[in-house]
């Protein structure tokens, strides 16, 4: 029996940060600040422009003149998103593995489908792939499990046909939610130190270690 697989895609299937990082010191530089280091803005790339923002100038969506920065941020990323962004090394076979194996895969994030959709084109995955849900695309989002049911039932699934991979706990909380297994992605954004609090059915170090999970997770052959 067919399965999918749905992954988060900032930091489980694409390195984004890089592409990120750089809108962000792109405004500090407007705003006559030194540009942050790459390492300083890397782990908040999960969290998009509200991570960003807070690294960057240490403002949160409460504050007065937010969605002002919020909307800036945006619009510098959507101009320059995919000069440095790729895929993690070894996601291009993991990809390649599943398709071997008769496994659908699809992409829910909390990113906005107009951000979303060009840099999944520019990635080459936009052919592959069953389904890409946005932020913006179901009522709620992660770590609701809205996003998470609305991508298996699009693509033709029902939830115990299906497994989640992300890097974030709001990842593992969405896919736990909608009744899936989950697979916490620590290579990605999130680093090593609290993964294990999320209660993943699984912790994968590589894209390889995600394979090796899925066929004990969900495997297509009863």
């Known amino acids: 029996m067919q399965k999918l697989i749905l992954f988060d895609f900032d930091g489980t299937l694409a390195d984004t940060a890089p592409d990120l990082a750089a ?16 390492e300083t803005l890397r782990p908040m790339a999960s969290q998009g422009a509200r991570g960003l923002l807070k690294a960057s100038f240490d403002i949160d969506p409460t504050d007065p003149g937010y969605d002002v920065m919020r909307q800036q941020f945006l619009q510098d990323y959507e101009h ?53 849900v946005g932020g913006d695309t179901a009522a709620e ?33 969405a896919g736990k939610a909608a009744g899936m297994p989950t697979i916490a992605a620590a290579y990605g954004y999130c680093g090593l130190s609290d993964v294990d609090q999320w209660h993943a059915d699984a912790i994968a170090h590589s894209p390889q270690d995600i394979w090796l999970s899925i066929q004990k997770l969900l495997p297509t052959c009863p």
């Open 23 to 38: 809108a962000a010191n792109r405004m500090r530089r407007r705003k006559g600040l030194a540009p942050l280091p790459y």
């Open 80 to 132: 320059d998103m995919t000069s440095l962004t790729v895929l993690f090394n070894g996601v291009r076979q993991l990809l390649d593995t599943l398709g071997r194996h008769d496994y659908k895969w699809g992409i829910v994030t909390n990113k906005a489908e107009y951000l979303a959709l060009p840099i999944v084109q520019h990635l080459g995955l936009a052919t592959e792939c069953a389904i890409t």
């Open 141 to 173: 989002r992660k770590p609701h499990p809205a996003p998470l049911l609305y991508a298996a039932e699009k693509a033709g699934f029902t939830p115990n046909q299906c497994a989640y991979v992300g890097d974030d706990e709001r990842d593992i909380m």
